[in-house]
């Protein structure tokens, strides 16, 4: 049975753009964690836009599953991933420009930084993981460069709008997700699954967790909604 790793990086969006201290990440880690999450997944970015190294070290202390850490493969991150231990480290490209995570990593590029990367943090006893697109190339280095799994970039897939798209895009994760287990790397995939796209996954048994954070996140402010309004009514009423 595939596993579901929850990312709480949108909680913190929503505590940031008040730069209030609620709602807070952690709190939100928990409560998907007594739910079933399997992981919790937080990306603290070099702009540090929603996640801060604060929420890191206490989600390190409260976290009971297992704590994933994305980030860029920088000598800042690598320091705080070496201090910090979380049980795994996705290594994801970053830009300070994007709206989110745009693509996978190009290991053709940066092969040499992140073969680094993932020596440093595998000494350390931290498991590491790559982001990385449904691409052949990319997945025959990420076994070269001893990578524990790669995370399939799900996102063409999923934002897809044609059919025929829709199509190209999963033979290409299906035939990634098998080449991914033969060469015994784990297989993880992300971005961009919502409630409607995670269907398409069905019987892909190679994908042994599912990373999704803005969906859930999303769901949570609408199915919370209706106990949010009514706390607060009832004290405006009280009044
Ligand atoms: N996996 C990676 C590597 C990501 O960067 C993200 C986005 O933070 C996700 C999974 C989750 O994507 P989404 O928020 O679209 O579910």
Do not use: W
């Not at 399997?38 to 990306?43: E, G, L, M």
């Amino acid at each position: 049975m595939a596993e579901l790793a929850v990312n709480v990086d949108h909680v913190a969006t929503l505590r940031q753009a008040r730069g209030a201290r609620y709602p807070d990440p952690v709190a939100a880690a928990l409560a998907a964690e007594t739910a079933g999450a399997d992981a919790i997944v937080v990306h603290l970015r070099e702009d540090r836009r929603h996640i801060q190294e604060r929420d890191v070290r206490l989600l390190r202390q409260v976290v009971q599953s297992r704590l994933i850490l994305e980030m860029a493969a920088t000598s800042e991150m690598l320091g705080i991933a070496l201090d910090i231990k979380p049980d795994t480290v996705t290594l994801v490209p970053e830009k300070r420009e994007e709206l989110t995570t745009e693509g996978g990593l190009d290991l053709i590029t940066h092969q040499d930084v992140i073969r680094e990367a993932v020596s440093t943090l595998k000494n350390a006893r931290i498991k590491v993981c790559i982001f990385i697109d449904p691409d052949l190339d990319q997945i025959k280095i990420a076994h070269k460069i001893d990578a524990d799994s790669i995370e399939i970039h799900t996102g063409a897939f999923c934002d897809a709008e044609s059919q025929s798209r829709k199509q190209r895009e999963m033979a290409r994760i299906v035939d990634a997700s098998k080449i991914g287990a033969k060469l015994k790397l784990g297989v993880h995939a992300g971005h961009g699954i919502c409630y409607n796209t995670i269907s398409a996954f069905k019987g892909l048994g190679e994908i042994t967790e599912f990373s999704i954070g803005h969906s859930i996140v999303s769901r949570a402010v609408l199915t919370g909604m209706d106990r949010a309004v009514r706390d607060m009514k009832k004290q405006v009423q009280g009044l």
